[in-house]
């Protein structure tokens, strides 16, 4: 006899959420079959969502933040401070940065960091692009944000050597403390660096 299993249209479904991050095999098909039983689902408006934001979302061709048109909400806001430009590795790193209220100025997001064991070289990241919009913007100051990891510290180095050239300044956000953390809990690198990143009270 013949093993019998859900229907193709059911099955391509879970292999799509499979596909997705953090889903297994389990929840994939909890899902699947919680979009095609329940009328709470709602299926037809997710997958109308999925489409809309899949078609209709690309990245700002200037800053590579997440945009309708060519040009994001961030890059067409004039009232913008533009002698701030603030480099982050990836488009996702720009909202918690928004969200802290402190910085009105630019963006500019890499798309990566140099990572040669993953093949990353500075070729594949908008580094071009950047050397291009300071030519272009003339910013007074770079600030790099990015990761406090080898990779995000090498890739820092490279791009503070490239833009000290074109005489601009450059600065990196500090690291140090968490907000909350003692003394106590955190590691050597931790410490090393907010002692070397202390200032003037
Ligand atoms: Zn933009």
Known sequence: MKRVEYPGAILELVAQLRRMPGIGP?????????????RDARAM????????????????????????????????????????????????????LERTGVYRGRYHALG??????????????????????VDAENPREIILALGADVEGEATANYLADLLR?????VTRIAQGLPAGGGLESADELTLSRAMAGRREV
């Open 26 to 38: 389990r929840s994939a098909e909890r899902i699947a079959l919680w979009m095609n039983q329940s």
């Open 45 to 96: 408006e997710i997958a109308r969502a999925i489409q809309a934001a899949a078609e209709g979302i690309r990245p700002c061709v200037r800053c590579g933040f997440f945009s309708v048109g060519d040009v994001c909400e961030i890059c067409a806001d004039e009232s913008r401070n533009g002698d701030l430009l603030c480099v982050v590795e990836q488009a996702t790193d720009i909202l918690p």
């Open 112 to 133: 990566g960091r140099i990572a040669p064991l993953d093949h990353v070289g500075p070729e594949q990241l908008r580094i071009k692009e950047l050397l291009t919009r």
């Open 165 to 169: 050239e074109k005489g601009v300044r």
